[in-house]
């Protein structure tokens, strides 16, 4: 799902902003779930999770589209784009971008090593030096332990840093990892880290939640 800004009141959710807006054939056609082997139960429970999210005010909105084998098996739209306005959310609503600013990110970061400015060995610790003493606490342990290795830059642009993510909107905390991630963005929604620097420190004293370059 792609969300649209914070939401506001919850009282300006109007019931009509909760219904999921199919795609009409004109525009695409959707296919049975099970004709290309989806499960259409799973597809229900998630846009019920998507209604919810909007409901409680987590999102003011947000649009999906699922395609399987080439084929649309779910398209639908929930809540609003514009909250005050009270503008349905649509499939062709913009957004911020999120997830898909990796790719630029990186294509631009190997630009550098095409470059020779930077390696993919490099430890992370050369740029960001408050990451030169990382701990590890796997799940199910009590008590972090030093990092058998630096992470290194080739471990940030294939996600086997170890570190690790909040909970999804609207789920809880799983372990002491995810708490101390879900407290530093609660950090940020309340303004108490000001700046980008400043978040890269509270970040860099949150224990990995695995070994650098063992797991994606």
């Known amino acids: 799902p792609i969300p649209s800004r914070r939401p506001g009141p919850l009282d300006a959710m109007s019931p009509p902003s909760m219904a999921s807006t199919r795609l009409r054939k004109r525009d695409m056609t959707l296919v049975d779930p099970e004709a290309v082997g989806m499960n259409a139960k799973m597809l229900q429970g998630y846009e019920s ?3 919810q999210l909007v409901r409680r005010g987590t999102i003011p909105g947000c649009a999906s589209v699922v395609l ?3 084929q649309v098996v779910q398209a639908g739209c929930w809540g609003y784009a514009d909250v005050e ?3 349905p959310f649509r499939l062709d609503t913009l957004c911020r971008l999120y997830c898909a600013t990796k790719s630029y990110v990186v294509t631009a970061f190997m630009t550098l090593v095409d470059e020779g400015r930077v390696s993919l060995e490099d430890p992370l610790e050369r740029y960001l030096p408050c990451f030169s003493s990382p701990r590890v606490l796997p799940e199910g342990a009590t008590k972090a332990v030093k990092a058998s290795g630096p992470i290194r830059l080739k471990h940030l642009v294939s996600h086997m840093s170890g570190i690790g993510y909040a909970p999804e909107l609207g789920c809880e905390a799983e372990g002491d990892v995810q708490a101390c991630y ?3 963005q609660q950090a940020i929604e309340q303004g ?3 700046s980008l620097k400043d978040f ?3 970040l860099a004293k949150v224990p990995l939640a695995r070994q650098p370059g063992t797991q994606y």
């Open 49 to 51: 999770t998507m209604q």
């Open 68 to 70: 399987r084998q080439g």
């Open 85 to 87: 306005r009270k503008t």
């Open 182 to 184: 879900l407290k530093l």
């Open 192 to 194: 108490r880290v000001r």
């Open 200 to 202: 890269v420190h509270k």
